[in-house]
């Protein structure tokens, strides 16, 4: 038997909707994206700072190159010389062919760590470009269904990527807070500061959140978790949903503020803490009526006020740098504060901090599941540098980042352990 | 009306109209965009953003240097180019005259063979850059109509400043009208593809130094 059918799935999918994505990628060039576009002068350097084009030398990975359909409907539909691109034909108009093709470009084989953007001589911003790239794929219809889109969606319709409500989270802090001996304030009506979590740390490492219970109940200001906005992990972001992105991050923001928030703190968890500390107010249009911290600048920031003690261990260890905390973020020095504090013997990795290279799940790359090869390619780099740093356990502040180098060493028969800083400092809560 | 006093007269006008209105025209298109106000709290002031900005435009000559075993061939045969370009232009005695004439500013010549040299060395990198571009995987996908006109709209004036140097193959007045005609090409050219990038490098850079100091992240 030859005439075997097509899997349903595929009989019935959608094609990608054309005019969905021509709209979604306009919807959002301003001055800044539109002299990224205007500036490639096609050097090709972007792809030597791409960790998918070093490990396969396959020049469609080539950065630039992934924004190409985004570059061309600008030429063609709003860019200063639009009539004679479209006179010469310079720029095809989108094609679901094309839109589908890009697809593995826009998404699997970007991590929209910015590596292309640190080297780029015109200082483009490709990473940032690539996100307004998702936005319009999004809105066609090509976001990866597994597991990418299908999380985003759910994500989009309950507030959390697995579908968590306020009543399982609240059992599950207060049975974390039990298992682990930590009180835990939850849905308190006033306090200072609020944390909130990523759902990798509620699925895979519940830990974490005692652990931020334990920092917070030492530091000794009012602080609560909240119920009614706690996820902040922002899949949205990742798949180009504009939309979701901006109902969880407005879910969180009001939960936060019903409670007089002078402090939101974002988890262990890189792309939440780009998209609250960065993209939120500007999303809205005014100012958060609080200020935004990742943990580790919380906990750095502690210590350096001395609100927060912690014992001097003995232990040689690495780093993994998240790209949206260091480079991206502004946050790169925070955890060498916490590690000198510790009394860490810090050996740093190669390219270390800023031009770190990313783990290869960023972006939501960790959550497509035929993206696993490139996943792999991309840890290698790490691997090989963590080796070469000598020490036998890795910290993070990401726990994308984490559950991507743990996943990594397992498909390699690694060995080295994979450690959240986040817990390091809750171990060692000085009396 | 001769070749010659047509590129100086009616052909330099022309030429001079269409880059200032075409730069013009490009970079209002960019600016005049709606703008969206960046209402994230800052890490650092104004001012320090600003001087972001400006040490952005400085630093993003040079790649850091982890990734300069990637890149280094390419960027050093691109300052090649580059710098041997800069020396023709304000060291050749023709181009001093020009620009004491327009601006009534000049300075020392440099000798006519030295320039030879440097325009010869100038015109061997942009081959070298063309067969690097025709030969590397990444650079022929990227490459577009615009950058072989480019390279050959900025290959002419050097080639024919050469021919100019020589008076071999032609009569100085002809050859003075070639290469003045493709200078004017390059003017003409420039505001439509990627040589615009003498103006773009400035906002572009900057920009980014300015909206990544907000965040204190790295430039």
Not at chain 1, 25 to 40: K, R
Not at chain 1, 224 to 233: E, H, M, N, S, V
Not at chain 2, 12 to 24: C, V, W
Request: glycine letters at 10%; charged letters at 15%; one cysteine or more.
């Amino acid at each position: 038997m030859n005439d075997i059918a097509p899997p349903l799935l595929k009989a019935v999918a959608p094609p990608p909707d054309i005019g969905k994505a021509l709209r979604g990628f306009v919807a959002d060039i301003g001055p800044t994206v539109a002299l990224s576009l205007e500036s490639c002068i096609h050097c090709g350097q972007c792809a030597e700072a791409c960790q998918f084009y070093v490990q396969t030398s396959d020049p469609r990975y080539t950065p630039i190159h992934k924004i190409e359909l985004f570059k061309q409907t600008y030429n063609r539909e709003m860019g200063p010389f639009s009539f004679g691109y479209k006179l010469l034909g310079m720029a095809p108009a989108l094609t679901v062919e094309t839109l589908t093709q890009w697809q593995d470009l826009v998404y699997d084989s970007c991590n929209m760590c910015g590596r292309c953007s640190l080297i780029c001589p015109m200082g483009i911003d490709i990473a940032d470009l690539v996100e307004q790239t998702r936005h319009g794929m999004y809105d066609a219809g090509l976001a990866p269904a597994d597991f990418l889109g299908a999380i985003a969606e759910k994500e989009h319709a309950t507030g959390s990527p697995f579908g968590l409500t306020s009543q399982t989270f609240r059992d599950l802090l207060y049975d974390i807070g039990t298992k682990h001996g930590v009180t835990m304030h939850v849905d308190e009506q006033k306090a200072e500061i609020v944390p909130t979590v990523s759902s990798i740390d509620v699925k895979t490492y519940p830990g974490s959140m005692a652990a931020i219970a334990k920092i917070l109940n030492h530091i000794g200001l009012p602080w609560t978790f909240r119920t009614d906005g706690f996820d902040a992990d922002n899949v949205s972001l990742t798949a180009g949903d504009r939309a979701g992105q901006a109902a969880i991050t407005q879910g969180i923001v009001n939960a936060a503020r019903a409670c007089g928030a002078k402090t939101l703190v974002m988890p262990e968890c890189g792309h939440s803490f780009t998209e609250m500390r960065w993209e939120a107010a500007n999303t809205f249009g005014k100012d958060l009526p609080f200020r935004v911290l990742q943990i580790t600048e919380l906990v750095a920031e502690a210590i350096t006020s001395g609100t927060l003690r912690v014992n001097k261990i003995k232990q040689t260890a690495t780093y993994h740098d998240a790209c949206q905390l260091s480079r991206r973020g502004g946050a790169t020095a925070a955890p060498r504060v916490i590690f000198s504090a510790l009394g860490v013997d810090l050996h740093e990795l190669e390219d270390a901090g800023d031009a770190n290279w990313c783990c290869g799940g960023g972006g939501g790359v960790a959550l497509i599941k035929r993206a696993q090869p490139l996943r792999n390619a991309a840890f290698a780099i790490k691997q090989k540098q963590i080796e070469q740093s000598g020490a036998a356990i890795v910290y993070t502040s990401c726990s994308g980042c984490r559950q991507t180098l743990e996943h990594g060493g397992k498909a390699a028969g690694w060995s080295t352990t994979v450690g959240s800083l986040l817990e390091l400092v809750a171990d060692n809560l000085a009396p | 009306m001769t070749l010659l006093s047509f590129a100086r007269g009616p052909a330099m006008q022309a030429a001079t109209l269409i880059l200032i209105a075409g730069m013009f025209w490009r970079l209002s298109a960019i600016v005049f965009l709606r703008r969206r106000v960046a209402h994230a709290a800052a890490r650092h002031p104004f001012g320090a953003r600003l001087l972001s900005g400006a040490v952005t435009i400085m630093s993003r000559s040079l790649p850091r240097r982890t990734f300069w075993p990637r890149v280094g061939e390419g960027v050093a045969l691109a300052y090649v180019f580059h710098i041997g370009l800069l020396i023709v232009l304000i060291g050749g005695a023709p181009h001093i005259l020009i620009i004491h004439e327009v601006f009534g500013v000049a300075w020392p010549d440099l000798p006519k063979g030295v320039i030879v040299v440097v325009s010869g060395v100038t015109m061997a990198s942009l081959i070298l850059l063309l067969v690097r571009r025709l030969t590397h995987p990444v650079l022929r996908l990227l490459s577009k109509p615009d950058d072989y006109i480019s390279w050959t709209i900025v290959l002419l004036p050097v080639a024919t400043g050469i021919l100019l140097s020589g008076e071999t193959v032609a009569s100085y007045g002809t050859l003075l009208a070639l290469h003045i005609l493709s200078i004017e090409a390059l003017m003409i050219w420039l505001p439509f593809g990627k040589l615009m990038h003498v103006a773009l490098v400035f906002a572009s850079r900057g920009m980014m130094g300015y909206n990544f100091s907000r965040k204190g992240a790295a430039t």
